[in-house]
């Protein structure tokens, strides 16, 4: 049971590049979730999904895009990398209920954007 | 939009002393509060959730209370060990989650 993992764990990119960080679970959890954290600015959130095939906005969803083929994993996109993306981005996964809901997180991936 | 705010944002403490640490939020329409606790280069762990219909919960060394209605929560750590440096981070989940800042503990020993 590996829990929540991210691949891959540091990238470096060229301003205007793109990629996609990759997120899984093995948890069979409803709701996964994209964080970016940046110093002095907590972890805020970039999107978020409620089930396979489903994707919301969170706080910060600009210049990002997600996607939830398969329920175990959670795709998030950078079309067009700018500096202001370089940050370290978590993943996290819950069960469904609100009151009790825990979220689990994955060791994060460290993007830098030159 | 939820604000969430933890003071101090860094603490040293000698071992073996009781700590409190706090957090504060702004809209009391919560579902539940958590204490996270995350290490440097790492990700967060859950250490503590209170529902929102919940004054406290406790897990070993660790008392988390929530206070909804002034938008308080505080977490107390007793005895504290050089193992628990590291930083503490709340988060309140309305219709999404909003963490703090987090505070940087150290214990020396």
């Known amino acids: 049971n590996a829990g929540v993992t991210q691949t891959p764990k540091f990238r470096v990119l060229k301003t205007g590049q793109s990629m996609t960080l990759l997120c899984a679970q093995d948890?069979?959890?409803?709701?996964m979730y994209w964080y970016r954290q940046d110093p002095g600015m907590g972890l805020r959130l970039i999107h978020y999904s409620v089930g396979e095939g489903t994707t919301a906005k969170g706080e910060v969803p600009d210049g990002y895009n997600v996607s939830r083929l398969k329920k175990q994993n959670f795709l998030l996109g950078l079309e067009s990398a700018a500096p202001s993306q370089t940050s370290v981005y978590f993943c996290?996964?819950?069960?469904?209920?609100?009151?009790?809901?825990?979220?689990?997180f994955g060791p994060g991936t460290r993007l830098l954007v030159l | 939009k939820q604000e969430v705010t933890q003071i101090p944002a860094a603490l040293s403490v000698p071992e073996g002393e009781n700590l409190v640490l706090n957090c504060s939020f702004t809209?009391?329409?919560?579902?539940?509060l958590q204490w996270f606790r995350q290490d440097p280069g790492k990700g967060l762990t859950s250490l503590l959730l209170?529902?929102?219909?919940?004054r406290e919960q406790t897990s070993g060394r660790l008392n988390a209370s929530l206070d909804k209605s002034s938008g308080r929560s505080t977490l107390y750590i007793a005895a504290s060990q050089p193992g628990d440096s590291a930083t503490y981070l709340c988060?309140?989940?309305?219709?999404?989650?909003?963490f703090g800042t987090g505070t940087s503990l150290t214990v020396i020993p």
């Open positions: 809209d009391s329409a919560i579902y539940n």
């Open positions: 996290a996964s819950s069960d469904s209920g609100r009151e009790t809901e825990t979220q689990y």
């Open positions: 209170i529902q929102s219909s919940q």
């Open positions: 988060a309140v989940s309305g219709n999404q989650f909003y």
């Open positions: 948890m069979n959890h409803e709701y």
